[in-house]
């Protein structure tokens, strides 16, 4: 089945820091999805970006996908951006990365 | 619009009891997804189900785990006989029809303690 790895494992930011965080996969997707779980356990919806960059506030992603890849920037970090990320790809059933664990500091 | 609905929001089992998790899907959307997460991992898909059919259950344990989505009403997840390894988050996820190049949309989970 397809891979998916995301780095960093782990990253600790203070506030107003910028940062990126990537996603690998290990074949052809029809879909792919970034997520931000809260820390209350949520699971919130990012971007739908199977491919091309798109933007929503401080959050940009980008995904190249005949590279395999996805990245998520996080500009200006506040602490409610703490949290587990999440990229999930899709091509017959949404397969979830690992996770970048997130903590920013005031 | 509301969204993917999941109850209850936390469950608490005594090891051998049963766990029923419901998920309400988006209006309009006739497949759903479960998900579990442990601890500290993330999520791994379990079963793929459209209305009264079971699509795929590869990431569902052979024994004392079963879903069904029925023509009317909630997708439920049923696990018999719950050991403490069964603690986890369980997600839901819902999607319109077979088109597999739209997003999903998860629920809030139900978070499974089994003490």
């Known amino acids: 089945g397809i891979q998916v790895e995301q780095s960093p494992p782990d990253l600790i930011l203070q506030e107003g820091a910028n940062s990126t965080l990537r996603c690998n996969f290990s074949?052809?997707?029809?879909?792919l999805q970034w997520f931000h779980q809260n820390p209350w356990g949520q699971l919130i919806n990012l971007f739908y970006?199977?491919?091309g960059t798109k933007q929503n506030g401080r959050l940009s992603a980008t995904t190249v996908a005949t590279e395999r890849y996805s990245l998520l920037y996080i500009s200006s970090s506040q602490t409610t951006d703490s949290g587990v990320y999440f990229c999930?790809?899709?091509?017959?059933?949404?397969?979830f990365g690992t996770g970048t664990r997130l903590q920013v500091f005031p | 619009n509301a969204g993917v609905m999941q109850n209850p929001r936390h469950l608490v089992r005594r090891r051998g009891q049963e766990a029923r998790l419901r998920c309400s899907p988006m209006?309009?959307?006739?497949?759903v997804y479960w998900y579990r997460q442990l601890p500290e991992e993330g999520l791994k898909f379990m079963v793929y189900?459209?209305?009264?059919?079971?699509?795929?259950e590869s990431g569902m344990p052979k024994e004392r785990f079963s879903a069904e989505f029925p023509k009317e009403g909630p997708s439920i997840l049923r696990i018999q006989q719950v050991v403490r390894g069964d603690s986890a988050a369980y997600f839901c996820?819902?999607?319109?029809?077979?088109?597999?190049?739209?997003?999903?949309?998860f629920g809030n989970g139900t978070r499974l303690t089994v003490t």
């Open positions: 996820a819902s999607s319109p029809g077979t088109v597999i190049n739209s997003p999903l949309h």
């Open positions: 074949d052809s997707v029809n879909n």
């Open positions: 970006i199977p491919s």
């Open positions: 999930a790809v899709r091509a017959d059933k949404l397969i």
């Open positions: 209006k309009g959307h006739s497949h």
């Open positions: 189900l459209q209305k009264e059919n079971i699509i795929d």
